[in-house]
């Protein structure tokens, strides 16, 4: 039977040790808890030995998205794309009105900005429908 064992590099080892010190920052692990996983990590040969020292530790969280209403998210999602005509045919035609009559206060702001966080609402739902569930075990 052939060796399936996959070397683990320096990088590997320093990713490891990375998150048993975090690990122990954070008061998961005890001081000697962290000095003797810390010391197998280095001594550690290959890759299934590094996993070992780290299966009881919590994953990282995913990194949380950024503005959900991009021009990557308006190309994905049609749907994005008719609320957004949508907000603006309300929010131009609203400010025409409001210069039609010479109204002093400027009162279209407060449906435009209801619609603007319907809007980013929607594109957050959508956003987060897209990325994967994954259980962050603590």
């Given at each position: 039977m052939e060796n399936t064992r996959i070397r683990a590099a320096d990088a590997d080892r320093e990713r490891v040790a990375t998150a048993v010190q975090?690990?122990?920052?954070?008061?998961?692990l005890t001081l000697e808890e962290v000095e003797e996983r810390l010391g197998r990590v280095y001594a550690a040969r290959f890759t299934d030995e590094l996993g070992a020292l780290t299966a009881d530790l919590p994953r990282p969280a995913p990194p949380s998205s950024g503005f959900p209403l991009t021009r990557a998210a308006l190309r994905r999602?049609?749907?994005?794309?008719?609320?957004?005509?949508?907000?603006?045919?309300?929010?131009?035609?609203?400010?025409?009105?409001?210069?039609?009559?010479?109204?002093?206060?400027?009162?279209?702001?407060?449906?435009?900005?209801?619609?603007?966080?319907?809007?980013?609402?929607?594109?957050?739902?959508?956003?987060?429908r897209e990325r994967p569930r994954t259980a962050v075990p603590y």
């Open positions: 975090i690990a122990g920052s954070e008061g998961r999602h049609p749907a994005l794309r008719v609320h957004l005509a949508v907000v603006v045919a309300i929010a131009v035609v609203a400010t025409v009105r409001w210069v039609a009559l010479g109204a002093g206060f400027f009162w279209p702001v407060f449906p435009v900005f209801w619609l603007a966080v319907s809007l980013l609402v929607h594109a957050r739902v959508r956003s987060a």
